[in-house]
């Protein structure tokens, strides 16, 4: 199957810091990118849909201001934690779709572990 | 809206023994149908899909799993666990009225005993 790449697989950084998790999908362009949270123990919940060259599309509940997200190539989408805070640790997983709608299957990233201190 | 259950949290099997994951989805209309697993720090690879051609399909490491809409379902079962097969199991749901979105399920936690 096609390749998504996550980068960094973990970070630890200081509360009040901004942190960049990086989406990249090696093989294929992607139309459209996803961001997801995972508590501990508990499934995947959708932050965020990220289309190339346009401004995403936050779930409810999702602080745009807080997570930014750029998808400014076809290959590349970025998640930007800012002001991070310890209640922001979690493991941030991407997937990537290369097609437009229907039964495309998205390729998820290796995921990124974020600890605040 | 569209929503996914899974029966059981944990799941614990012998080595050999049947695998058998539950999932039941609501949907007005069948939606596209996944299985994904998920190894401990990783994220996510698909296992199989159903998207409405046949009603049994098959996957990789031996998974397969039956759409059947009557009951609303898609259990997933491997006929022999191995223990490579502990791991973390989402089945997730997609509707295109839902604008293509993945919804999760809570995920099953398996044990595979030796």
């Known amino acids: 199957g096609a390749v998504v790449s996550q980068h960094p697989s973990r970070v630890i950084c200081k509360s009040g810091t901004s942190v960049k998790i990086e989406c990249r999908s090696l093989?294929?362009?992607?139309?459209?990118m996803f961001w997801y949270r995972q508590f501990p123990k508990q499934s995947l919940m959708l932050m965020a849909t990220s289309n190339e060259g346009s401004k995403a599309t936050y779930e409810q509940g999702v602080e745009k201001d807080k997570f930014l997200i750029n998808h400014a190539s076809l290959t590349l989408s970025t998640l930007t934690v800012t002001s991070a805070h310890p209640e922001d640790s979690s493991f941030y997983i991407c997937s990537a779709r290369p097609g437009p709608e229907g039964n495309t299957e998205a390729f998820f990233g290796q995921g990124t572990r974020l600890t605040v201190v | 809206a569209q929503s996914v259950t899974q029966l059981g949290s944990h799941v614990s099997v012998s080595e050999g023994a049947l695998v058998l994951l539950r999932c039941n989805y609501s949907?007005?209309?069948?939606?596209?149908l996944f299985w994904y697993v998920q190894y401990p720090n990783q994220g996510l690879q698909l296992l199989l899909k159903?998207?409405?051609?046949?009603?049994l399909v098959k996957g990789i490491n031996g998974f397969e799993a039956e759409f059947k809409k009557s009951e609303t379902s898609f259990h997933l079962t491997k006929p022999s666990a191995h223990m490579s097969d502990a791991a973390e199991y989402f089945c997730a749901v997609k509707l295109k009225a839902a604008g293509n979105k993945l919804t999760f399920g809570g995920g099953t936690r398996v044990l595979v005993k030796p």
């Open positions: 093989d294929f362009q992607a139309t459209t």
């Open positions: 159903y998207t409405s051609a046949a009603t």
């Open positions: 949907s007005s209309v069948p939606p596209y």
